[in-house]
């Protein structure tokens, strides 16, 4: 336990190092934000764990070891007006598969087009994007699954629109007890290619390339004999930008009673923190799941926060 607990703790260190700027000035950026209050409260460190309705965002594969069924809605409060939500359902599939169907919305509306002497022009801007896909996942034995989800994305920006198609492929094992690894290569094939009749001399083309992902993951969990705390699961994601450098995720879960879960973590540089609270409805099972993310790079204060409602059966 030592010697893991060890190497899980080298990861972290060596891609500390491997600092990284912001990534919003590439396309598809709302891909990078992050999905749902249990990854961000964790840091957005999931590539290891991937075991609920957002699964497929951050490894596929996890899908092959999905133990029930979940319905799940999310939406992040965010600073300057921008909007961010997801509606997504996971399955597993006996013996030994799952599946996922999904959708994301991010981007702002109803902006007001200013000169560069802060006088309005009577247009509006708006920056929409979104994202559709569908996830499978396959295990191969009992401690090693692949999964692979096709993604369709629309993106629109002031009067002009693309589409792109691509996957996500993703990798995890088990190689022993307690211990995860998660192996996830994000934005295959995908490009915007914009084009408008800006000037009345024909159209104008914009090729906007996705950058390529891979996120590489290891979590740990920690099984405690006290009555109260049940567990302590540790994990950290490297995420490697194709057009930058690399980025440290870093985050920790403890198990209340089998029931509750508090999280902490560290997005790259982002303090993070959140929980989740199980609850039924006429013998129903759902869950609360709420984060807060610290954005130290806009200076606003309250950050953003996370908070989704999950059904599950």
């Known amino acids: ?29 709302f891909l990078r934000i992050g999905l749902g209050p249990k990854a961000r409260g964790m840091g957005d460190t999931y590539t290891a764990i991937a075991d609920n309705a957002s699964a497929a965002y951050y490894n596929p594969a996890g899908l092959a070891f999905l133990g029930q069924r979940e319905a799940s809605l999310s939406y992040s409060l965010m600073s300057f007006d921008r909007t961010f939500s997801y509606a997504g359902y996971v399955s597993p599939l006996p013996p030994n598969a799952g599946f996922t169907v999904g959708a994301i919305q ?13 006088e309005t022009t009577g247009e509006n801007i708006e920056d929409t994007q979104y994202a559709v896909f569908l ?6 034995g009992s401690k090693f699954a ?18 792109s198609f691509g996957a996500d492929v993703g990798f995890m094992a088990k190689p022993i007890e307690h211990l995860t690894l998660g192996l996830a290569v994000k934005e295959i094939g995908q490009k915007f290619k914009y084009s408008r009749n800006a ?4 159209d104008q083309t914009t090729q906007d390339e996705l950058p390529r992902i891979t996120r590489l993951g290891a979590a740990y969990e920690i099984p405690l004999a006290g009555s109260t705390f049940k567990s302590i699961l540790i994990a950290s994601d490297a995420e490697i930008n ?20 508090f999280r902490i973590g560290l997005d790259e540089r982002d ?6 609270v199980p609850f039924k409805i006429k013998q129903r099972q759902f869950r609360l799941d709420y984060a807060f993310i610290h954005d130290s790079r806009s200076g606003i204060a309250f950050g953003s926060q ?3 409602l999950s059904f599950v059966f």
């Not at 991010?106 to 802060?118: A, K, M, T």
Request: proline share 1%; aromatic share 12%; hydrophobic share 40%.
């Open 242 to 261: 194709s057009a930058q450098t690399t980025k440290l995720h870093f985050g920790a879960e403890t198990n209340v009673m089998d029931k509750f879960r």
């Open 306 to 308: 996370d908070m989704a």
């Open 106 to 118: 991010s981007g702002f509306r109803d902006s007001d087009v200013r000169l560069r002497n802060g």
């Open 271 to 276: 303090l993070t923190a959140g929980f989740s």
């Open 199 to 202: 000037t009345g001399q024909g």
């Open 1 to 29: 336990m030592k010697t893991i607990i060890k190497l899980i703790m080298f990861i972290f260190v060596t891609s500390g190092f491997l600092y990284a700027g912001e990534s919003a000035g590439q396309a598809g950026a």
């Open 135 to 140: 996830g499978f996942a396959l295990r191969l």
């Open 146 to 163: 692949v999964g692979i989800c096709p993604k369709l994305l629309y993106s629109k920006v002031y009067d002009v629109s693309a589409s």
